[in-house]
């Protein structure tokens, strides 16, 4: 699916913000970069200055953590620095404020990374159209599958955001058909089993997770989990369609600062132009 016009039930025809984001890409000769920062790290207003960091300097699209008392599949960087905004009083609310702060000074489509259980909290309804009101592209939705997702579903479709689920190595062909068919902007392709984290080598498996999506439907297929540098970034962009960043930013944003994830970004970018055949 990932189509980028869609009809909400209020009879909106809405844009996916992703997918244009991830078609100007393309249209430039290569593959989006996404960014990954938690919100709230190390607060809500570093945050904010780091997605601005990151659009300037060569971002397409910027993904926003919501800080999880229990993570299932994040690494220690990122795990950390959750942890350390949940100590220091991150609100879920506040997440909206990071996206808003985002939005408004750069055109790169913003979502939202987040476990089900802390928009179940607040409410489908109530947590999409706030997200929508903030100008947020849509949801990442790491333990989410279609089969469970009817509310998130209606929702998207009512405000207009892109639902992003994940497939994996493991997902059967029937598995993929579905997750494709119910995303909306683009498929997150998940490279490795296991959780994430920055590694030398890019997974063999993230080529047939692109491929097998791509197959099942996909328009736009993002590969995440172990990306850290401009090589890992070029290796992927040239079978992918955007290629995704996040422990490797955490970092610097820990060690260096809104700077330094200037910087690792700029960097980062330089991989995404797709080789000549």
Same mark, same amino acid.
């Given at each position: ?39 709230g790290y190390p607060s809500v207003a570093d945050t904010i200055a780091a997605g601005i960091a990151l659009a300037e ?24 620095a959750t942890g350390e905004a949940l100590a220091k009083g991150f609100r879920v609310r506040e997440v909206f404020d ?90 997150? $392709?998940?490279?490795?089993? %296991? /959780? ?5 080598? @890019?997974?063999?498996?993230?080529? &047939?997770? #692109?491929? +097998?999506?791509?197959?099942a439907g996909a328009e736009r297929v993002c590969v995440g989990l172990g990306v850290s540098n401009a090589d890992q970034?070029?290796?992927? $962009?040239?079978?992918?369609? %955007? /290629? ?5 930013? @955490?970092?610097?944003?820990?060690? &260096?600062? #809104?700077? +330094? ?17």
């Amino acid at each position: 699916m990932n189509s980028v016009e869609s009809t909400t039930s209020r009879g909106i025809t809405s844009t996916s913000k992703s997918a244009a984001a991830i078609d100007r890409a393309k249209a430039q000769g290569r593959a989006a970069l996404i960014g990954y920062l938690p919100a709230g790290y190390p607060s809500v207003a570093d945050t904010i200055a780091a997605g601005i960091a990151l659009a300037e300097n060569g971002a397409d699209l910027i993904e926003i953590g919501v800080p999880y008392s229990d993570p299932v599949m994040d690494g220690q960087v990122i795990q950390a620095a959750t942890g350390e905004a949940l100590a220091k009083g991150f609100r879920v609310r506040e997440v909206f404020d990071v996206v808003r702060g985002i939005t408004s000074k750069t055109d790169a489509a913003v979502l939202v990374m987040t476990y089900w259980n802390p928009v179940v909290r607040m409410g489908v309804d109530e947590f999409s159209r706030r997200l929508a009101e903030a100008g947020g592209a849509g949801l990442i939705t790491p333990d989410l599958i279609p089969d469970e997702a009817s509310e998130w579903m209606a929702a998207s479709d009512k405000y207009g955001l892109d639902r992003v689920f994940l497939v994996a190595p493991s997902s059967s062909p029937e598995r993929m058909k579905r997750t494709v068919d119910a995303s909306r902007g683009f498929v997150y $392709a998940v490279s490795i089993m %296991g /959780v994430t984290g920055a590694r030398s080598s @890019v997974s063999s498996a993230a080529e &047939g997770v #692109v491929a +097998a999506a791509h197959a099942a439907g996909a328009e736009r297929v993002c590969v995440g989990l172990g990306v850290s540098n401009a090589d890992q970034v070029r290796e992927i $962009a040239a079978y992918a369609d %955007g /290629v995704i960043v996040g422990t490797a930013l @955490v970092a610097a944003i820990r060690d &260096g600062g #809104v700077d +330094a994830v200037a910087s690792l970004t700029k960097d980062l970018s330089t991989g995404l132009t797709k080789e000549e055949a």
